[in-house]
């Protein structure tokens, strides 16, 4: 069971943002969707995210370099949604790797995952 308010700050695409929003705000979740590294950072720092989703897309340039900050400084629960992620230098034990999404509904299942082992590491 994933925890109630969840908050997800999603570095991607404009429409998968949006739908990831729609798809599940019965279910409690903040999506946050910044529109540059600067916008990432902060939101980072104020909203908290539970998970941070960065998806590998040539609409988001910014995105190495958020991943790079949050990388750079432990950030836990990070989705990398890349077919390449050894060039993102994806070896950091708290980044989880997935294969580009060809659908919403897998990033969202990605995300489920993720509270939810998060959720069971606070209640242990």
């Given at each position: 069971m994933t925890k109630q308010n969840s908050v997800i700050l999603y570095v991607g695409s404009d429409n998968n943002a949006q739908t990831i929003q729609d798809q599940t705000l019965v279910?409690?979740?903040?999506?946050?969707?910044?529109?540059?590294?600067?916008?990432?950072?902060?939101?980072?720092?104020?909203?908290?995210?539970?998970?941070?989703?960065?998806?590998?897309?040539?609409?988001?340039?910014?995105?190495?370099?958020?991943?790079?900050?949050?990388?750079?400084i432990h950030a836990k629960n990070i989705i990398l949604f890349s077919d390449r992620p050894q060039t993102w230098g994806a070896h950091d034990m708290?980044?989880?790797?997935?294969?580009?999404?060809?659908?919403?509904?897998?990033?969202?299942?990605?995300?489920?995952?993720?509270?939810?082992?998060?959720s069971m590491q606070l209640t242990v």
């Amino acid at each position: 069971m994933t925890k109630q308010n969840s908050v997800i700050l999603y570095v991607g695409s404009d429409n998968n943002a949006q739908t990831i929003q729609d798809q599940t705000l019965v279910d409690g979740w903040m999506v946050y969707h910044p529109e540059d590294m600067e916008d990432a950072l902060a939101m980072h720092i104020f909203e908290y995210p539970d998970v941070v989703v960065i998806e590998d897309s040539s609409s988001v340039e910014f995105a190495r370099d958020v991943y790079g900050h949050l990388t750079s400084i432990h950030a836990k629960n990070i989705i990398l949604f890349s077919d390449r992620p050894q060039t993102w230098g994806a070896h950091d034990m708290d980044v989880r790797v997935a294969h580009s999404a060809t659908d919403v509904a897998d990033i969202i299942a990605e995300v489920r995952l993720v509270l939810c082992k998060d959720s069971m590491q606070l209640t242990v």
